[in-house]
């Protein structure tokens, strides 16, 4: 008897699809010069990185003194024999993510299948008979575990597990002759049905003749439930579901992946096998084939599991890069140039892209800008901003004064229920120096004069809370020299590593600092080690008084 061995490889998966890298030499090169075997483009990876060499029938991973380390599996090494399904990581343990699959890995150096499914095809073997009950020849051939050995290279995102769950339906409806299989997937507290097949090949979906009790007793055991005659049961015979939908035999065997050295296992799913025609009869021998089979399965519906979960977490990374390019985009706006005003503005997310910004028109008559911080972090709060920002923007250069921008912005939010709302400050200087100005919930803007510090007191209510607000702007006059800083609540909210915030005492100790940079700096420094927790944005103009006859 023959063992299909294929060779040796790495997987990875990246945007582009699953790539395989077939180890077909005794030694492979990696690392970024051109012209190794594998060349990986990553700043972390070093030109020389590490060596595979083929050791016999096993392969060694071995550092080649790299800058930042080999890993296997998360851990640093200088040399490790790699296993089946290892992960390998150069440089860094967020750069490229590597699989070692190694189809052979289920076979021993002379060609035998470990000692619990070797025996069990020994005495298949040598029975050489058929069944005495179901009148159908015994399973007796490596080819009926072969698909463990083919599905451990198909770890890519969604078909993976499409093929391992529709093998592992036709071998155990082959092998216990009953009418139908389904295969349900645990999400959260639920299972959902993944897979159904009847004995024909027929795809299924799921229906109410499905034995819940069944399903729930072999959960709760943690083990295989079966029953080959229902009408020999007498507890089964007293189920409603299996009488009413005269269920003759049920297999149902929980998917576990048991934890290395530990007695502990994570259920993954569930094989579900029912017959309404007649009872099964299972040897022995095929009662432990059905066990194997679905042990196994569950070792590789765990990679695949994971594989898919890499998959889209790289999709999802992916996607929120470009849209923090998108949104880094929309906040390098170039901001005007004027002579009675000089702009600085800068804005730095504490995740990939956030919910606070920044925006300046120049009219003829004045300068409008404005700040906006809306409530919450991330995707939901990125896209809320971006849509706030082009309204704001658009309703600047239509020359709408600030409290209708602030009724309609508040309309936007309140009426369409999206769960956000925004604090934000606009402003027009004009070229006298008069400023108009209007607060919703933000913090208070800053006139920094010298050294000393005032506070814009005038305030108004947060958009999107509560319909129907009437906003109310003020006014102040600027002097030249003097600097209008407006800042987002991730600056004064920052924290210490004793608790303690940044505050308003902190920002008016810096808020004499130029250029802006060296106030976030300071920020930073403060809640040092730890990262931001909120956004930070900010927004100075410094009004000079110089006008031109251009713009008189």
């Avoid at 030109?47 to 851990?75: C, L, M, P, W």
């Avoid at 502990?264 to 299972?282: I, R």
């Avoid at 140039?337 to 300046?360: H, K, M, N």
Wanted: with cysteine; glycine share 8%; aromatic share 6%.
């Amino acid at each position: 008897m023959t063992v299909d061995i294929e060779a040796a490889a790495l997987v990875y998966t990246d945007a582009d699809g699953e790539h395989r890298f077939a180890l077909d030499r005794p030694s492979l090169s990696i690392g970024r010069t051109p012209g190794l075997d594998l060349v990986l483009r990553d700043p972390h990876i070093s030109r020389r990185h590490a060596v595979i060499e083929k050791k016999g029938a096993e392969y060694v991973v071995i550092d080649q003194k790299s800058s930042f380390g080999t890993y296997v599996n998360e851990k640093k090494v200088e040399r490790a024999i790699l296993r089946h399904g290892d992960l390998l990581q150069f440089g860094s343990l967020d750069g490229s993510r590597l699989r070692f699959h190694f189809p052979a890995s289920q076979v021993s150096e002379k060609g035998r299948l470990p000692s619990s499914a070797t025996s069990l095809l020994t005495s298949l073997q040598g029975l050489q008979r058929r069944d005495e009950h179901a009148q159908r020849p015994a399973a007796h051939e490596l080819g009926q575990l072969n698909w463990l050995l083919s599905a451990a290279r198909q770890l890519n995102a969604g078909g993976a597990i499409d093929e391992i769950l529709t093998t592992l339906l036709e071998l155990t409806l082959q092998l216990t002759g009953v009418e139908r299989g389904f295969v349900f997937l645990k999400e959260g507290e639920e299972m959902r049905l993944a897979r159904g097949l009847n004995s024909n090949g027929r795809v299924l979906e799921e229906d109410s003749t499905v034995s819940r009790r069944a399903i729930k007793r072999a959960i709760e055991s943690e083990s295989k439930f079966s029953i080959s005659d229902t009408l020999a049961d007498n507890a089964a015979a007293a189920w409603a579901s299996v009488m009413v939908n005269r269920i003759r035999s049920i297999y149902c065997i929980p998917l576990r992946k048991r934890e290395p050295g530990s007695l502990k296992s994570t259920l993954l799913g569930l094989l579900y096998l029912d017959s309404q025609v007649a009872p099964g009869y299972l040897s022995e021998v095929d009662h432990q084939l059905l066990d194997t089979i679905s042990t196994e399965a569950a070792a590789l519906l765990h990679n695949a599991l994971l594989a898919e979960a890499e998959f889209k977490a790289r999709q999802a990374r992916e996607e929120l890069a470009v849209a923090a390019k998108i949104q880094s985009g929309l906040m390098s706006i170039a901001l005007p140039v004027l002579p009675y005003a000089e702009l600085q503005a800068r804005s730095v997310p504490c995740l990939e892209i956030g919910g606070d910004f920044f925006t300046a028109v120049a009219l003829e008559e004045c300068l409008c800008a404005g700040i906006a911080d809306v409530s919450g972090k991330g995707v939901s709060a990125a896209i809320v901003a971006a849509t706030l920002q082009g309204i704001i923007h658009a309703q600047l250069l239509a020359k709408q004064s600030l409290t209708e921008i602030a009724a309609q912005l508040n309309q936007f939010l309140y009426t369409r229920q999206v769960g956000k709302y925004a604090t934000l400050v606009l402003f027009k200087l004009y070229l006298d120096g008069r400023v108009e100005y209007l607060n919703c919930g933000h913090i208070r803007p800053l006139v920094v004069r010298g050294k000393s510090v005032e506070r814009l007191q005038e305030a108004n209510p947060i958009v999107g809370l509560l319909p129907g607000v009437a906003y109310l702007a003020a006014e102040y006059t600027m002097r030249p020299g003097d600097r209008l800083l407006i800042v987002t609540d991730g600056l004064v909210e920052a924290e210490n590593c004793a608790g303690e915030p940044f505050g308003d005492a902190g920002l008016d100790a810096v808020a004499h600092l130029e250029p802006i940079d060296g106030i976030l700096d300071r920020v930073a420094a403060y809640h040092a080690p730890h990262p931001a927790q909120d956004d930070c944005t900010l927004l100075q103009v410094r009004y000079t008084g110089e006008q031109t006859a251009t713009m008189g």
